[in-house]
Every structure is written in C-alpha cells, then in structure tokens.
C-alpha cells in the first residue's frame, strides 16, 4: 500500500497550490479520503474529507471557502487545490485513506509554507 502526496512547497500568501495524492495496493474508490495537516507544534487538523464516489465532502471551518477536496477514481488519486492562502495554512499535509472496519492509511506527508 503506498500514498505518495506532490504538489507543495513555498508560496506567497494570497497564492494557490494543488496538493496530489496517489494511492496504489488497495481498492481506492471503496475508501474514503482525507487531508490533513501538521503544523509545528500543534496537533494533527484535519482538514477536508471526501466520499468514496465523490458525492459528499467535508471542511475544517479553518479552510471552508479556499480549498476543495476532489478525487479521480480512474486514476486513483485526490486531490487538494488551495487558494487564498494564509501564513498559519503552513504545515505537512497527509492524505488518508479510511473505511468502516478497515485500517487507516497514510501517506508520508508534504510540505506547505506560506510566507513572503
């Protein structure tokens, strides 16, 4: 099983970034997904879910308004497009993968930092 996150690195607030997450060696679309996020010091937050079929998602009020959570499941990865974004959006980001009865995966995590 693997969840490989791409996409971040440093930006201006006020910027955009899209987060990937590309999952193998499991039965993507029967599983939920998630990205959260580690800033230094804090807890773990999560930030955005999705349904397995993409019908329904869900937001930390935190991010409600600038990111949007998606999925392809012929190409077996989620996504995160970010926008508007703030100096305390800076942190790790992880995907998961998660399903009722079912161990939790997680990816290794990328790095976002806002700052001018």
């Known amino acids: 099983v693997q969840l490989v996150e791409s996409g971040g690195g440093l930006v201006q607030p006020g910027g955009s970034l899209r987060l990937s997450c590309a999952a193998s060696?499991?039965?993507?679309?029967?599983?939920?997904m998630r990205w959260s996020r580690q800033a230094p010091g804090k807890a773990r937050e999560l930030v955005a879910t999705i349904t397995s079929t993409g019908g329904s998602t869900n937001y930390a009020d935190s991010v409600k308004g600038r990111f949007t959570i998606s999925r392809d499941n012929a190409k077996n990865t989620v996504y995160l497009q970010m926008n508007s974004l703030k100096p305390e959006d800076t942190a790790v980001y992880y995907c998961?993968?998660?399903?009722?009865?079912?161990?939790?995966?997680w990816g290794q995590g990328t790095q976002v930092t806002v700052s001018s």
């Open positions: 998961s993968a998660v399903r009722t009865l079912a161990r939790d995966y």
């Open positions: 060696g499991f039965t993507f679309n029967s599983y939920d």
